[in-house]
């Protein structure tokens, strides 16, 4: 099983956080980013997971209508910028590992579940997202022997400078 953990893109500022657009800048990269990962085939999620926040949603709709329509995307509780990381690992632990996922959230969640994943614990974060990257993990066979987790590999990391304009 691959995880693909994906920052939302730029957003304009908002009064409500929660309903803040993305901006053009981050609507161009989203399209950008799907495009290479549609040529290269690296990113093929069966579902797609994202926070309830705007721009999340706004990512997640921007890259599977790019990729592949048919991907499923679903709103999903525990992506907030400040929920405990340790919620969503227990919820991949018993996600199964016959299909890929995406998850589309925000700072510092990513990072802290990144770390959770990787390393075993989210303090000190390990990694960091800039807007629009993706770091895709693998799920091994092993567990962390004092959580119970399953342990998890890089797989390769993506970051918009990745792109033919250096975006």
């Known amino acids: 099983m691959r995880l693909f953990l994906i920052r939302h893109a730029h957003a304009l ?63 999903t509780d525990g992506l907030l910028p400040l929920d405990d990381p340790a919620i969503m690992a227990e919820r991949l632990r018993l996600y199964p590992t016959t299909h890929d996922v995406a998850l589309v959230g925000h700072q510092p969640h990513l990072s802290a579940l990144a770390s959770l994943l990787v390393a075993g614990h989210a303090s000190p974060p390990l990694f960091h997202f800039k807007k629009n990257a993706v770091l895709a993990l693998r799920r091994s066979d092993a567990n962390f022997v004092d959580t119970g987790l399953a342990r998890w590999r890089v797989a390769w990391q993506f970051s918009p400078e990745f792109l033919p304009d250096g975006h």
């Open 13 to 75: 500022d908002h009064a409500d956080d929660a309903q803040r657009p993305l901006s053009e800048r981050g609507r161009k990269i989203t399209h950008q980013a799907a495009g290479f990962f549609k040529a290269n085939g690296c990113l093929r999620p069966a579902q797609v997971w994202h926070s309830p926040l705007q721009r999340a949603f706004a990512t997640a709709a921007g890259l599977i209508t790019e990729l592949d329509p048919e991907i499923a995307l679903v709103e």
